[in-house]
């Protein structure tokens, strides 16, 4: 049997692994960061409903400008944004290969500060676009002198932040970057794909596009319009940028169906986003409960948590699947995350990891008598 090793695959891309989330039919999953909320029955009811009218006409091209979901998305944002500002895709993801395929590519590089949301490397090793990773500070942030020196020192091309972080939930002071935009000529992304579980009253980077055409604020509504399995990316920026995304784009990239879903969800934005007050409330239950478990945390401002203290990761991790329950280990030693899920999930976790908590200090407590 051929093996990948066996084909002309490009240099840059032998011995690199691609994303890897465990995709476990388990009865608890909070390893992803999805949305754990169904979809409330009236807004499915009128999704449906869009998507049937779409069905009507599927045999023709859809809208390849999908003009309605750019005003759509403009409206949501506000900030004076119109549909010129507005770009979209089938996830974030996607939005962000766009963008490297037109600001990266061989040749350039891209700046990161990790750990980071590991799509972003693997993006650009897909788009053949240098991943640079700098360091962050303390506690996982990012100082605008910190982030002024990674990029004094190595000069890339793009620079992505994520807003809030990915995977800590670190949040990222505004100050952080304007410096980094007055610092270069380099185009610079702000994911903030978990933005709307970010304290409501704060600002984010949207209030900082007047007159920086090279900043760019990527989106998504899988986290909190509940629409991982719908795939709905954009981004907000200077015009110039959206033509540039028409560059490298295939044609039709958003079909139909996607445009009317997501234009449907979008008209019922109330209803969908009452479930990010619930699940703030369960990653802050998360924050304050984890630590008497004996697990520190680490401040976030997103739908899931970072806490440490876990001296075998992945035991912990295999352990809490014996209980049908999946979490994520992302490899940072004694640390595993975990996502807000609903009330009685978050409940069933807390119970679980309080019941083999106490099993492995009654075993090591044994140990030490035997011994």
């Not at 004076?80 to 979209?88: Q, S």
């Amino acid at each position: 049997m051929t093996s990948l090793d066996d084909l002309p695959i490009r240099d840059d891309l032998r011995g690199l692994s691609p994303y890897g989330a465990p995709q476990k039919h388990v009865r608890i999953q909070l390893n992803v960061n999805e949305n754990t909320h169904p979809i409330p029955d009236a807004v499915a009811a009128g999704i449906s409903q869009a998507i049937a009218v779409a069905l009507a006409t599927v045999n023709r091209y859809p809208d390849r400008e999908f003009t309605e979901l750019r005003d759509s998305l403009a409206r949501y944002l506000g900030h004076r944004l119109t549909r010129d500002n507005i770009w979209a895709a089938n996830g974030s993801n996607e939005i962000l290969q766009q963008f490297l395929q037109a600001f990266g590519g061989p040749g350039r590089s891209v700046l990161g500060f990790r750990p980071t949301y590991s799509m972003h490397s693997i993006i650009a090793a897909g788009t053949g676009t240098r991943w640079i990773a700098a360091e962050r500070d303390e506690e996982y942030r990012i100082s605008p002198e910190t982030a002024v020196r990674a990029i004094e020192r190595e000069n890339p091309d793009v620079v992505f932040f994520c807003a809030p972080n990915n995977p800590t939930g670190t949040p990222l002071p505004l100050e952080t970057i304007e410096a980094a935009y007055d610092a270069t000529d380099a185009m610079i992304v702000v994911d903030e794909a978990y933005v709307e579980f970010a304290p409501a009253a704060l600002p984010t980077a949207l209030t900082l596009l007047p007159g920086r055409p090279r900043l760019v604020v990527s989106r998504t509504m899988s986290k909190a319009f509940a629409f991982a399995g719908a795939r709905v990316g954009y981004l907000a920026a200077d015009p110039a940028v959206t033509d540039a995304m028409r560059l490298v784009r295939l044609p039709y990239h958003l079909s139909a169906l996607t445009q009317a879903a997501a234009i449907a969800a979008l008209a019922h934005t109330p209803e969908m986003l009452a479930m990010v007050d619930d699940i703030k409330a369960q990653r802050d239950r998360l924050l304050d409960e984890l630590p008497k478990l004996g697990y520190p945390v680490h401040e976030s401002w997103s739908n899931f948590v970072l806490f440490g203290g876990v001296d075998d990761p992945h035991a912990l991790f295999e352990r809490l699947l014996e209980d049908d329950i999946i979490i994520r280990d992302l490899g940072i030693p004694n640390h595993l995350r975990v996502s807000a899920g609903t009330e009685s999930e978050t409940t069933e976790f807390l119970d679980a990891l309080a019941r083999i908590t106490a099993e492995q200090a009654a075993s090591r407590s044994i140990g030490r008598i035997g011994a």
